[in-house]
């Protein structure tokens, strides 16, 4: 017996499909690749809050070496599938664009709060659907690599916008109110409206 069909008999198909499917949240729909995007991203918080950040990065390694063994496995003779219901490749993604605002809160000595899971999860979620750049061929290449590598790369871009948000952000909160009023005072009187009765 060929030991790549000795694999396939040993490794039962729902042990795979679970793997695969993340403990089956790929099966929700509509969107089963936003399913699996948000709850990693909660899973990915809780990581990060109750057992650390080097949990979460061990996490995103684990779930990118796991799924695309389990995905070799599964695509085996369609080596071109991409099944809706796989999620394992978008939650390996969304725990590494997660681990860019996780990374800055650490650094800053300040836990993680709500917006930085929220911008990694909408940001990751715009790359993994359009696709640009260098996630477009990724994704073109197929096969288990491909399928996985693709939202690694959608994390990679969403995790660097995530922080570039942020800074945006922070940065508005000092400097946009003053230069808005500095505008709003370069600019000159109105004068009064024939149709406001003003005299």
Do not use: C, N
């Amino acid at each position: 017996m060929p030991p790549h069909e000795m694999t396939k008999r040993e490794v039962p198909i729902h042990v795979l499909q679970a793997i695969t499917t993340f403990a089956f949240v790929g099966k929700l729909v509509p969107a089963p690749g936003t399913w699996g995007s948000a709850v990693a991203a909660v899973a990915g918080w809780g990581l990060v809050k109750f057992a650390g950040l080097p949990a979460l990065y061990l996490a995103a390694v684990l779930a990118f070496i796991i799924g695309l063994w389990a995905l070799e496995q599964e695509l085996r003779g369609r080596p071109h599938d991409d099944p809706k219901e796989v999620v394992i490749d978008e939650v390996a993604g969304m725990w590494v664009a997660l681990a860019f605002p996780a990374s800055a809160f650490y650094y800053f000595h300040t836990e993680m709060v709500w917006p930085g899971p929220l911008a990694a999860f909408f940001w990751f979620r715009f790359f993994d659907i359009f696709k640009p750049g260098v996630i477009g061929r990724a994704d073109k290449k197929g096969g288990a690599m491909g399928v996985m590598m693709d939202d690694i790369w959608a994390g990679v871009y969403a995790g660097g916008f995530t922080l570039i948000t942020a800074l945006v952000y922070h940065l508005g909160q000092d400097y946009w109110p003053t230069l808005w009023a500095q505008l709003v005072a370069m600019l000159p009187d109105m004068p009064a409206l024939p149709f406001t009765g003003q005299e």
